[in-house]
């Protein structure tokens, strides 16, 4: 299996400053035949299932906010929100889908400072 | 839109089977371009895969190997559901289980149910 880590496993940054969440998997999940990362990014909060932010490494899903930005290619990414707000404490995971079985990060809080 | 509507007992008794069921709103299990998936959370195994089943002219199935000998992943098409049965459980199986929808393509898991806390104990 590939085994996601994920660094920091927590963070406090202050309101309207720039978070930055690293992924780094075992194996590269780059696949030449369509030049894409199966890399993916939910964010979780308290109570509530995860929710999908990016795909594709890069790609933000439908409906999240541009301040929320995916890059990275290979083993290495990273997830970076622009300016924090309130509402984006949560818990950030990382999953690659490249070869199954899919395994997640094991997570990435973000809190306010 | 797409919903997931998870049902089915939060106590399980060790040793026997634990069963949910994850109902379909606005989509369809019998989709050539989704997978329907079943995933556990818990603080000591984090997120964890557990298998899927997707119809592509026919049925199909995949499991982790961690609980290969121990699950089964259905489909109801005349419910338009799908199940999840975990047997032989023991307190290592407590977790909060979801069913999520996975996207063909991008293999993201866009829709996700609300979740089941399940405990096993007697």
């Known amino acids: ?113 | 839109q797409v919903q997931l509507q998870q049902s089915g007992p939060g106590l399980v008794e060790p040793s026997q089977t634990l069963s949910l069921t994850c109902a379909i709103s606005g989509d369809s299990v019998s989709s050539n371009s989704g997978t329907w998936n079943w995933i556990r959370q818990s603080p000591s195994r984090g997120l964890e895969w557990l298998g899927r089943t997707y119809y592509r002219a026919n049925w199909y199935n995949d499991y982790a190997v961690s609980v290969r000998s121990r699950i089964t992943v259905n489909p109801d098409t005349s419910r338009n559901q799908f199940s999840l049965h975990l047997s032989s459980v023991s307190p290592e199986d407590t977790a909060v289980y979801y069913c999520a929808r996975g996207v063909a393509g991008t293999a993201a898991f866009d829709i996700w149910g609300q979740g089941t806390m399940v405990t096993v104990s007697s």
């Open chain 1, 1 to 113: 299996d590939i085994v996601m880590t994920q660094s920091p496993d927590s963070l406090a940054v202050s309101l309207g400053e720039r978070a930055t969440i690293n992924c780094k998997s075992s194996q590269s999940v780059f696949k030449s035949s369509n030049n894409k990362n199966y890399l993916t990014w939910y964010q979780q909060k308290p109570g509530q299932p995860p929710k999908l932010l990016i795909y594709w490494s890069s790609t933000r899903e439908s409906g999240v906010p541009d301040r929320f930005s995916g890059s990275g290619s290979g083993t290495d990414f990273t997830l970076t929100i622009s300016s924090l707000q309130a509402e984006d404490v949560a818990v950030y995971y990382c999953q690659q889908y490249y070869s199954a079985p899919p395994t997640f990060g094991q997570g990435t809080r973000v809190e306010i400072k």
